[in-house]
């Protein structure tokens, strides 16, 4: 799971600067049009092994879990469907991002009987990958008809019986202007996530170093960390950031650009690390109000109420007082109106009377 | 505090992004906060509960990481309009929520202000046609 481009790879090589920490997330995508992806799974629980697509046959490739109680309810239809287009239709259930272990979901498959009347094989890691995250998609059940010709016809989560007709009578045009849609690096992550407990401990261990402010000594644990788990020491950029801009503003500077450039899950937090910070160049808060100015549009960001701080105080920091004003006054503003909000008033009122204070124009 | 939060998630029901979450803290007395862990859920959607078992669906759980500054008091509470069935496709009884569900935490600072608390939170989301494969979202609070 810990995959790099060599481009970025490149990249960061060039900047002089090598972010462990940053997993790049599903590259490939595919759509509709193109070659279906290849069939890989670990075991199969059930029916004939499909090695490859067979040329002029049509398969349904369905995407399910143990833990997915539409994809159940879905598997008596599938079965229907296998067996009204036996000859021509070849339907596989695989089973996709799910920790039960196999023998229990072996046991599941069987438990289900007649329920369950095609094909079914476990994911080896590899087809959630390059068929559900890298079509974009979001949920299961989620199903795929894979056409005679071996392309990928169509996907989604309802409307196959109405493509599977279409796709077997030659009615299909396939779309190639269609845009690909990413993969969810929110998923992804859920396959990747290390125990937490170990980024428990990696975090611990950095916070006591920034404590003691052994910075050198969080930096040389976050350098070993690189090496031995990416995933943990991803889990910790943050940490190790706190510590790294206590001694190196050059090189923490060109970690946040980093950060920032690839879209981090940290980079909001950084910032925060960043604006709250004195005597730092100019070039963060550039960086941060490069970030913060459209984030601020998407209200649905995680713990917001601190980048409704953090845009005022970055404003105030490059010399733009009005507009730190402006924006702080705003936010007041909101707070007022709302009930419960008197803690959150007293700190963006501070924030306004330092800046009205202050005796920069 | 509540209030203000969900005034402030705006959200439209997604395919997408059925769930949101937002996290935020509360000083009370004696050094003493409360964190706040709000899943804002599309309509039609729900998420499980905490207290499940292995069987069948992933039940939220939410996990602090460990903080020198910080000791977490008790385990993490949640409130919401709970639904509970059988359910025969798992064989188990299901908990779960629909349109929102606060997860909260009290903790007791040792150290000084301000004190940033990291912590995750994995859930799985369903409506009636589909499930959202199981997540983890990040977040942090700021004790201050």
Redesign the interface.
């Known amino acids: 799971m810990k995959k790099y481009s060599s481009l970025k790879k490149q990249l960061l090589v060039i900047t002089g600067l090598w972010i462990c920490s940053i997993p790049i997330y599903a590259q490939r995508s595919i759509k509709i049009g193109d070659k279906a992806p290849e069939i890989s799974v670990k075991h199969w629980l059930k029916g004939e092994p499909i090695k490859n697509f067979e040329n002029g046959k049509v398969y349904v490739v369905e995407f399910w879990a143990t833990w997915c109680k539409p994809c159940i309810e879905l598997m008596p239809h599938l079965g229907e469907l296998a067996r009204q287009y036996k000859d021509k239709v070849q339907v596989i259930g695989i089973n996709i991002l799910d920790r039960t272990p196999k023998d229990k979901i072996a046991s599941f498959v069987r438990e289900m009987g007649d329920k369950i009347d095609y094909t079914v094989g476990l994911d080896d890691g590899t087809m959630s990958e390059n068929w559900f995250i890298s079509s974009g998609s979001t949920g299961i059940p989620t199903s795929f008809i894979v056409d005679q010709q071996g392309k990928i016809a169509w996907y989604g989560n309802s409307g196959l019986d109405v493509m599977l007709a279409k796709v077997l009578n030659g009615e299909t045009s396939y779309d190639l202007t269609e845009k690909t849609k990413p993969g969810r690096p929110g998923i992804m992550r859920y396959l990747m996530m290390p125990q937490s407990e170990e980024i428990n401990l990696a975090s611990e261990k950095l916070y006591e170093f920034i404590e003691k402010k052994d910075y050198d000594k969080a930096l040389a644990y976050y350098d070993a960390l690189c090496k031995d788990s990416a995933a943990v020491a991803a889990g910790v950029v943050d940490v190790y950031f706190e510590a790294l801009i206590n001694i190196d503003q050059k090189k923490s500077l060109s970690f946040y650009k980093n950060l920032i450039q690839n879209e981090d899950r940290w980079q909001y937090w950084v910032t925060w690390i960043v604006v709250n910070k004195e005597g730092l160049s100019k070039e963060f808060y550039l960086h941060a109000k490069k970030l913060l100015e459209p984030t601020l549009l998407d209200k649905s960001w995680l713990g917001q109420p601190l980048l409704r701080e953090a845009l005022p105080e970055v404003y105030f920091r490059l010399g733009e007082k009005d507009k730190a004003i402006d924006t702080i006054q705003d936010w007041i503003d909101k707070l007022k109106q709302l009930e419960g909000g008197e803690y959150m008033l007293k700190l963006a009122e501070g924030r306004l009377k330092r800046y009205k204070d202050s005796k920069m124009h | 505090?509540?209030?203000?939060?969900i005034?402030?998630?705006?959200?439209k029901a997604s395919?997408?992004?059925p769930v949101?979450?937002?996290?935020?803290a509360?000083?009370l007395k004696d050094n003493t906060f409360e964190i706040r862990l709000i899943a804002s859920i599309s309509d039609g959607w729900y998420i499980y509960s905490q207290f499940m078992g292995n069987k069948?669906?992933?039940p939220t759980s939410i996990?602090y990481?460990?903080?020198?500054?910080v000791d977490i008091l008790g385990k993490v509470e949640e409130i919401g309009e709970l639904k509970q069935k059988y359910?025969s496709?798992?064989g188990i009884d299901v908990k779960y929520y629909y349109n929102k569900v606060e997860f909260i935490q009290q903790v007791k600072l040792n150290?000084k202000l301000p004190v940033?608390l990291?912590g995750?939170v994995?859930y799985?989301g369903?409506?009636?046609?589909?499930?959202?494969?199981?997540?983890?979202?990040?977040?942090?609070?700021?004790l201050?």
């Open positions: 505090m509540m209030l203000l939060i005034a402030l998630t705006v959200y395919g997408q992004q949101l979450w937002t996290a935020s509360k000083p069948g669906p992933l996990t990481k460990k903080n020198p500054s359910e496709s798992f150290g940033t990291n995750s994995a799985m369903c409506n009636a046609q589909m499930c959202m494969p199981p997540q983890v979202e990040d977040f942090k609070v700021v201050r």
